[in-house]
């Protein structure tokens, strides 16, 4: 199976079926644990749509940012790791299905840090079997608390439209989300691997 953390982000799927959006949303109370009910579903549905599986590769679920070539502690620029996967999903028709997802990350500023901003490159990636059928990639900007080395931040709500009728039944879709990694930062992961401290549903 190809590795979607180490894709490119092809434009061209962005026309394709399924559709991945970003609306200007923040507000990860606003949705409930993936596999939950919402507005737009079918008054002739007494259930709640389910959700494709989502899975967060343990060796793309940690973003390490060093200064130079050395990875000791006093080189790290900052580390930021995905804490937990929130979103539900609800019928948008007889034939689409529209899951949406926030993911929260945690992250500590290192000491070789010299600004107060920090950039994290992310993605979801959409599988239908093995195939990779759309991919997108996010970068998500947070200011550094002056009075904290380590926060917690949310992105915003991100929607993925999928072109299947909205039953309570298994799909053949399914989501790969992390950071988007270098060679570099993913051999890396790959050598210091530990147990992913992310939550999903």
């Known amino acids: 199976m190809p590795d979607p ?3 490119p982000n092809h434009n061209q799927w962005r026309s394709l079926f399924p559709r991945i959006a970003a609306p200007g949303l923040a507000a990860l109370g606003l949705l409930a644990t993936l596999g939950g009910c919402g507005d737009g579903e079918s008054k002739s549905m007494d259930f709640a749509p389910t959700c494709p599986i989502t899975h967060i590769p343990s060796e793309a679920a940690d973003y390490y940012l060093y200064q130079g070539k050395q990875t000791g502690f006093k080189n790290m620029v900052a580390r930021a790791s995905i804490l937990q996967l929130q979103g539900d999903c609800l019928a948008a028709g007889p034939k689409d299905l529209k899951t ?14 010299t600004t107060n901003t920090l950039t994290l490159p992310w993605f979801i990636a959409v599988l239908h079997g093995d195939r990779i059928v759309n991919k997108h990639v996010f970068h998500h900007t947070v200011s550094f608390p002056a009075n904290l080395s380590t926060f917690e931040d949310d992105t915003k709500v991100i929607t993925v439209d999928l072109p299947i009728p909205p039953k309570n039944v298994d799909s053949d879709y399914r989501f790969e989300i992390g950071f988007q990694l270098t060679k570099d930062q993913l051999e890396y992961n790959q050598v210091h691997l530990k147990r992913a401290a992310y939550q999903a549903y």
């Open 5 to 7: 953390y180490m894709f």
């Open 100 to 113: 949406r997802i926030v993911l929260r990350f945690v992250i500590e500023r290192g000491p070789a840090a």
